[in-house]
């Protein structure tokens, strides 16, 4: 956790803090780890009732982990501090428009609301372009680039069918 975060946690709403603020947070993740050259030039934070409960830079190349988006980072550490996965109520404030996958992490988090300062036009330009991606989604399963097979329906779906069964599943 980083000093700022440690003295700025519980900040929000009587603080003075706006959503220019949590943006500006955003913007400094995102230079933060440009600098430590943990990887790309993307910052995040999410904030509830007006204070960040979780945030992260881009760290793809320092962890070898190509989902270590700066909005995946954020959301999963606002799920630890607040110990649950639903971020119903919260908004995302990142430093550049998500791309397809943390749009989808956004989405399953239920995050009301998304703030963003770049666009992907210019993330594209400068060598961070999601576009075919949002092409490849866009097309049919046989039409895709990476090659999806199905294999063993039947045996897949008992599990499926344990899960609607399953008294006490927890729902998301």
């Known amino acids: 956790m980083t000093a700022w975060r440690l003295a700025r946690i519980g900040a ?11 943006m500006r947070r955003a913007i400094a993740l995102s230079r ?18 007006g204070r960040i409960v979780g945030e992260g830079f881009n760290q793809v190349t320092s962890t070898n982990d190509p989902t270590a988006h700066a909005e995946v980072v954020a959301i999963r550490a606002a799920c630890a501090a607040l110990g649950r996965f639903d971020l119903s109520g919260c908004e995302i404030y990142a430093s550049c428009e998500p791309c397809p996958m943390c749009l989808s992490a956004i989405y399953w988090a239920r995050i009301g609301r998304i703030c963003y300062g770049n666009g992907r036009a210019d993330a594209a330009r400068i060598g961070f372009d999601d576009a075919s991606i949002y092409e490849q989604v866009a097309k049919g399963i046989a039409e895709r680039s990476i090659p999806m097979v199905q294999l ?9 069918e344990d899960w609607e069964r399953k008294a006490d599943r927890v729902r998301y």
């Open 12 to 22: 929000g709403k009587g603080t003075g803090m706006d959503e220019k603020d949590f």
């Open 32 to 49: 933060q780890g440009l600098e430590e050259g943990r990887g790309g030039p993307f910052g995040a934070v999410v904030v509830q009732g």
């Open 152 to 160: 063993l329906p039947g045996e897949a779906r008992t599990p499926f």
